[in-house]
């Protein structure tokens, strides 16, 4: 496989990769019986003999997040800013590996009694949180300088801004146990709020970078 065709199946990768993450825990959720996608985590759906089903949405999402970076690399050959979010996205998509396997505890664990893989779990989706925000905004820059993805760059500023707010306010909400409390029937859907601007930036940068992978093809 040559370099251009290389960066279309990557451009691809980055494009499905949020489709089919949303779109499996969106409806694996309205469908699990006893599932509240307003009030429960997404990793929740990991647990009970329908778990595998989220599990293997984790590994999916994190092997084609890593595909989607060697078209990152062919993009943006040179320069600080994007190897660094090449770097950080590679990073993210193998804790979304490790998040597959290493299921959540149920909610309201006491940490006395957290698992070894619960524990994994929470920490592999605390720097995923961490890190989504980050990485736009590493790119940022590159995108206002260069021509070619300069119309990029006001995309990525608001859903920058929008991710970034998202995040914080998730995790103030969900380590203070007075807001978890007071937040608790709609935890679920904060932490959707938190994570869906970040895959929405990650499937337009695709489509992006699927249309000048194209013109490269031909």
Not at 137 to 165: C, H, K, S
Not at 197 to 205: D, E, K, N, Y
Request: with cysteine; aromatic share 14%.
């Amino acid at each position: 496989m040559n370099k251009s065709n290389l960066r279309v199946w990557a451009a691809w990768a980055g494009l499905l990769a949020p489709l089919l993450f949303v779109g499996v825990f969106t409806v694996e959720g309205s469908l699990r019986p006893g599932y509240d996608p307003l009030s429960m985590y997404i990793s929740a759906l990991s647990l009970g003999p329908r778990g595998p089903i989220q599990m293997t949405n984790f590994i999916v999402l994190g092997l084609l997040l890593l595909v989607f970076t060697l078209g990152l690399a062919l993009e943006f050959p040179a320069g600080r800013g994007p190897r660094a979010g090449r770097i950080l996205l590679t990073v993210v998509g193998g804790l979304f590996l490790i998040s597959g396997p290493f299921v959540m505890d149920p909610t309201g664990t006491p940490v006395s009694q957290m698992t070894v893989h619960g524990t994994i779990h929470g920490l592999a989706g605390g720097f995923v949180f961490l890190l989504m925000p980050v990485i736009i905004f590493v790119y940022l820059g590159r995108f206002r300088r260069d021509p070619n993805w300069r119309g990029f760059y006001v995309w990525t500023l608001v859903l920058g801004i929008v991710e970034a707010g998202g995040v914080l306010f998730f995790t103030a909400v969900s380590k203070a146990p007075a807001a978890a409390a007071a937040f608790a029937p709609w935890m679920g859907l904060i932490q959707r709020c938190a994570l869906i601007p970040f895959m929405f930036w990650q499937f337009l940068f695709a489509w992006r970078l699927l249309g000048r992978s194209r013109q490269a093809v031909q």
